[in-house]
């Protein structure tokens, strides 16, 4: 897994800690979002959390993450010390299992910017989901075509450009 993650610029750390409050970081993805920087704060924290070893909950790796993204730390701080978008963070999670049809754990969301997945980006594709634990071959699967995608979705880019 970790061979064919690092193939498509995934570090998987399976040492890392997952026992972790999300409520604070999926605020600030929501704050994020305001300054349409919530997939740059997501990749940086998430590299905190998988490929660093640090809590997705502590707020210095929150704060971390949104200087990487490039935005206000200060801002930020000052946004933590409130409750804002703390209910709609509390509402999402009821709607989000629901909406998914969440009925296993653990439970894996796929999705890439490169293809057209990713939260929040309008008209995005539906992510692949694997529901509850699955065996090597349909992770080796997802990660297969996620590669696909991302040459695919680079190649247009490139030809795109090339045109230009």
């Known amino acids: 897994m970790r061979d064919l993650g690092r193939k498509v610029g995934i570090e998987l750390d399976y040492g890392v800690q997952t026992q972790w409050q999300p409520v604070d970081s999926q605020r600030v993805m929501l704050w994020a979002r305001r300054y349409g920087r919530q997939e740059a704060y997501m990749s940086a ?9 640090t809590s997705a909950s502590h707020r210095s790796t929150l704060l971390q993450a949104v200087r990487e993204a490039g935005l206000d730390v200060a801002a930020a701080e000052a946004f933590l010390q409130t409750d804002e978008l703390r209910d709609e963070v509390w509402r999402s999670y009821g709607s989000t299992i629901r ?44 990660f297969e ?8 979705a680079e190649g247009e880019r490139l030809g795109q450009r090339a045109r230009c």
């Open 45 to 53: 924290l998430g590299r905190r959390h998988f490929e660093e070893r």
């Open 99 to 142: 909406d998914a049809g969440i009925h296993a754990i653990p439970f894996f969301v796929f999705n890439s910017p490169l293809t057209d997945g990713g939260p929040f980006r309008k008209g995005a594709g539906r992510p692949r989901i694997v529901n509850g634990s699955s065996d090597r071959d349909e992770f080796l699967g997802i």
């Open 145 to 152: 075509q996620l590669a696909a995608d991302v040459l695919r």
